[in-house]
Nanobody, 126 residues
Framework: QEYLVESGGGTVQAGDSLRLTCVVS????????MVWFRQAPGKAREFVAG???????RSADSVKGRFTVSRDNAENTVYLQMTDLKPDDTAVYYC????????????????????WGQGTQVTVSS
């Protein structure tokens, strides 16, 4: 199995920055599409940002210009650098992974991912 562990969440003020980390136990980390989703209370889980096997990135319109996703294949780790945080960013943030033959694809739907972390809470106060 693949095990994903998120960390770095917390409570911050609007305008602050936060960096989330997801560490993956799979040795063939390079074969994984890695993405971040988030889920606020009463809301559906939504795509935030993702990175392909070879480093192509994509982010949701709501976070463009504020969030940056990156990966370190040597450390089996993906990051989400969040800046200018807003109260609407408050949610549980999940790391998700899916093996893929494609070097460049990034899937946007939750149903397309098999492996999920337990989530880390991000709370942004006004």
């Amino acid at each position: 199995q693949e095990y994903l562990v998120e960390s770095g969440g917390g409570t911050v003020q609007a305008g602050d920055s936060l960096r989330l980390t997801c560490v993956v136990s799979r040795r063939t980390f390079e074969n994984l599409v890695m993405v971040w989703f988030r889920q606020a209370p009463g809301k559906a889980r939504e795509f935030v940002a993702g990175i392909s096997r070879t480093g192509n990135t994509r982010s949701a319109d709501s976070v463009k210009g504020r969030f940056t996703v990156s990966r370190d294949n040597a450390e089996n780790t993906v990051y989400l650098q969040m800046t200018d945080l807003k109260p609407d960013d408050t949610a549980v943030y999940y790391c998700a992974a899916q093996p893929s033959l494609s070097l460049t694809v990034i899937m946007l739907e939750t149903k397309e991912y098999t492996y999920w972390g337990q989530g880390t809470q991000v709370t942004v106060s006004s």
